[in-house]
């Protein structure tokens, strides 16, 4: 059987995670598969990269989860020949923990501020893992790309204007996948592919708004729109009645900076002055807790340089009738990996250090990882082997992080 890859990026991307997974699984080196393989251990190297042998960039595209970046830390240290007790014990402030958290892919640290020392760079600095300058800037790009703080990214207004939307919650966790898919529609949306509606969708509590608010604050969203944001809570799912289409537009004329004393009153009249402020503007409009296709579409600009991005626990499914570049992402609860991470940050380090990580488990699976605290209450609160329960050290699963209706 012949090693050599297909030439199609997929083929190089799943030869790499195969790589990835058999050195960890077999305990082999690089060396020891490249001389098994009949190849040269520069091409076993270029393959677990990502990339065709002399190919000098993208070494590391394909490293675009948390689990995907872990499993290759895990597979170069087990090529190091050596434990992470011994990576641990031979770089600064990193504990074998840390790493294992790290390898697993429940967690990546953010770039530090100040002169906090950056304990990720100083794993990948160590020189029993024989990482280059290049590789180690190229990691780096990596993580802070799944960190939300890429160097690379485009350089937000000053003095972005947020309106009404919420501020972002600080606990935000997670969701990965889903603001990759965030930024692929915008790139679409800027390429001109007529992508003006995404609407999230699923069941009370799994994240939404949360997701909605955060990627609207990120560096990408403001970028693009220089001209700010607009936001509505359209009270779909509330104990209030729904707010209606008029007084959403309203709202969002006023919003605009127009005179209350001058929005029209009658319904058409009030939709074209609202399409009229938006023409020619490039903004971005949230529609959070929607109800219904009908309470939508009055609000759904005409500008193409305007993009919607909706919440709902409908699937709005009569959108794309009406609207063709509607894209629907359905969210689910929480992964495994994110719902732990995010209880070990709401729980704090002191009782998350002595936390099983089966025990951090069974926590977030009690709670359904959801991570909204009027849903996500823990089922059970049986004691375990190891000391008391963590629901007896937090009086629920979350409070609203990276969930809201």
């Not at 000098?56 to 394909?62: D, T």
């Not at 909605?212 to 990408?220: D, E, L, N, P």
């Not at 709670?367 to 082997?385: A, I, K, M």
Request: aromatic share 4%.
């Amino acid at each position: 059987m012949n090693p050599e890859p297909r030439r199609s990026g997929n083929a190089i991307a799943k030869l790499s995670s195969w790589l990835a997974v058999h050195l960890s699984d077999s305990g082999q080196t690089v060396a020891e598969v490249a001389d098994e393989l009949g190849v040269s251990e520069g091409t076993v190297r270029s393959w677990l990269s990502g990339h065709r042998p002399g190919d000098e960039g993208g070494g590391f595209a394909h490293l675009d989860t948390p689990a995907k970046f872990g499993a290759w830390l895990r597979a170069r240290i087990a090529d190091s020949g050596c434990s992470v007790r011994q990576i641990a014990e031979t770089t600064e402030n990193v504990s074998r923990v840390t790493i294992y958290y790290w390898i697993r892919g429940e967690y990546l640290p953010k770039p530090p501020t100040g002169d906090a020392p950056d304990r990720f760079d100083q794993l990948l600095s160590n020189p029993r893992l024989g990482l280059s300058l290049r590789e180690r800037v190229e990691l780096d790009e990596v993580r802070r790309r799944l960190t939300g703080t890429s160097l690379s990214a485009e350089k937000p207004v000053a003095d972005w204007a947020s309106r009404a939307l919420p501020a972002d919650d600080q606990a935000f966790t997670g969701r990965n996948q889903e603001l990759r898919r965030l930024d692929r529609l915008l790139r679409e949306h800027r390429r001109g592919r007529s992508v003006v509606v995404a609407a999230l969708t699923g069941i009370g509590g799994v994240g939404k708004t949360a997701l909605a608010v955060h990627w609207a604050r990120s560096r990408a969203a403001k970028a693009r729109f220089v001209d700010g944001c607009l936001y509505v809570n359209l009270n779909g799912y509330a104990d209030l009645p729904p707010t209606d289409p008029h007084q959403a537009l309203a709202g969002l004329l006023e919003q605009l900076g127009v005179d209350p004393k001058t929005v029209p009153d009658d319904p058409d009249a009030l939709a074209a002055r609202y399409q009229e402020a938006l023409r020619g503007t490039r903004m971005l409009i949230v529609l959070d807790n929607a109800h219904a296709d009908p309470q939508i579409r009055p609000l759904i600009p005409t500008e193409p340089n305007c993009l919607v991005l909706i919440t709902s626990r409908s699937r709005l499914e009569g959108l794309r009738a009406t609207h063709h570049g509607t894209v629907h992402l359905p969210l689910d609860t929480l992964p495994g990996a994110e719902a732990a991470s995010l209880l070990r940050g709401l729980l704090g380090r002191p009782t998350a250090k002595d936390a099983e990580a089966d025990e951090i488990a069974a926590f977030a699976d009690a709670c359904g990882r959801l991570p909204s605290p009027s849903t996500s209450r823990p089922r059970t609160t049986e004691p375990t082997t190891h000391g008391p329960p963590l629901s007896a050290t937090t009086p629920a699963c979350s409070p609203k992080t990276a969930s809201a209706a």
